[in-house]
């Protein structure tokens, strides 16, 4: 295998939100099934050479470590890598900081290397995925995407539908800095502890996606979109409460998107275990008229940030570069 010191590889990929389970009773046979968009911002960026030994610079370098030293190791390479991590997801945010470096190392190194693996297989060698498939589906093609819930196993649930996210829509993302969402071992007991989810409960979610959401977004139409969502936040939210503090992890987030749902927006949420909410609004203009109402709003909550973004429809980009000597 050649070691690739004539060029070096960047990947830029987008942060993701994760805007509800819909089937977490089960009975059916596959559990779970994920709702996800893909950000426009944050990212993460990444710039991978070959070298003598494998080491990383830049926020999350530690872990990118991690992820590539598995790598080296499963695919027997004789050369190690240097990654620089321009751009990280902020960590335990909720938007899939970890999927999305570990996808974004591994495509760099496959195409440093010229691998024949694919985003799928470098998930699943780095454990990415087993109980959601969002972050490898919009990885590879951006866009508002639902899985298919896992059947048991280690590979990512399958991708079973992609739409294109309105480019007129903007979403506000809020920021608690003080705060980290469940993670690691903490997110493992909750999944083990929480009461089994009413199947009703899960019937109604379903329809609302299947019913709502996706027709509400070829159509375009937020007054439909938007309430389905913030149901579908409302009632999975309420079933991890116990675990994170209530129907959203951070108080100072759950006092913003109160305010904003008082201010008519409809489709409000947390990602994933949060911190981090979200709020879908009609256009720019809404959405940088409420930035700026909400940043004199909660002026004193010093540990509150917020952020309008738009959802990207494309995966993402990978590309190699030629090293100047």
């Known amino acids: 295998m050649p070691r690739r010191a004539d060029r070096c590889v960047c990947i830029h990929a987008p942060a993701r939100l994760h805007m509800g389970f819909i089937d977490l009773h089960g009975g059916l046979g596959r559990?779970?099934?994920s709702?996800?968009?893909a950000l426009e911002r944050p990212f993460t960026r990444v710039r991978l050479t070959a070298a003598a030994g494998t080491k990383a610079v830049g926020p999350d370098a530690a872990r990118a470590v991690r992820y590539a030293q598995t790598l080296a190791q499963h695919f027997d390479l004789p050369t190690g890598v240097h990654i620089d991590v321009e751009e990280a997801v902020p960590p335990h945010a909720g938007l899939g900081s970890g999927t999305q470096l570990a996808l974004s190392v591994g495509a760099g190194m496959a195409k440093l290397f010229e691998l024949d693996a694919d985003s799928l297989e470098i998930a699943t060698v780095l454990g990415r995925g087993a109980r959601s498939g969002l972050g490898l589906g919009l990885f590879e093609q951006g866009g508002f995407v639902v899985d298919g819930g896992s059947a048991g196993g280690y590979a990512p649930p399958p991708i079973i539908t992609r739409l294109a996210f309105p480019p007129e829509w903007r979403l506000m993302l809020i920021?608690?800095?003080t705060r980290v969402g469940v993670h690691g071992e903490a997110e493992r007991a909750a999944f083990a502890t929480l009461p089994r989810f009413p199947e009703a409960d899960a019937a109604e979610l379903c329809r609302r996606?299947?019913?709502?959401v996706l027709p509400g977004l070829v159509e375009g139409d937020l007054e439909v979109v938007g309430p389905a969502l913030t149901r579908i936040q409302a009632r999975v939210g309420d079933h991890f409460a116990s675990a994170q503090g209530g129907r959203f992890a951070s108080p100072g987030v759950t006092r913003a998107l109160d305010w904003?749902?008082?201010r008519g927006i409809?489709?409000?949420?947390?990602s994933s275990w949060g911190p981090t909410g979200f709020a879908l609004c009609p256009s720019e203009e809404t959405a940088m008229r409420l930035l700026s109402e909400a940043r004199r709003r909660f002026a004193d909550e010093i540990e509150l940030d917020?952020?309008?973004?738009?959802?990207?429809?494309?995966?993402?980009?990978?590309?190699?570069?030629?090293?100047?000597?």
């Open 175 to 177: 920021f608690d800095r």
């Open 209 to 212: 996606v299947l019913m709502q």
């Open 306 to 325: 917020f952020v309008v973004t738009r959802g990207r429809n494309e995966g993402a980009s990978i590309r190699s570069e030629s090293l100047v000597h």
């Open 266 to 270: 409809k489709g409000l949420g947390q």
């Open 35 to 37: 709702l996800g968009l």
């Open 31 to 33: 559990r779970y099934g």
């Open 260 to 262: 904003l749902h008082a």
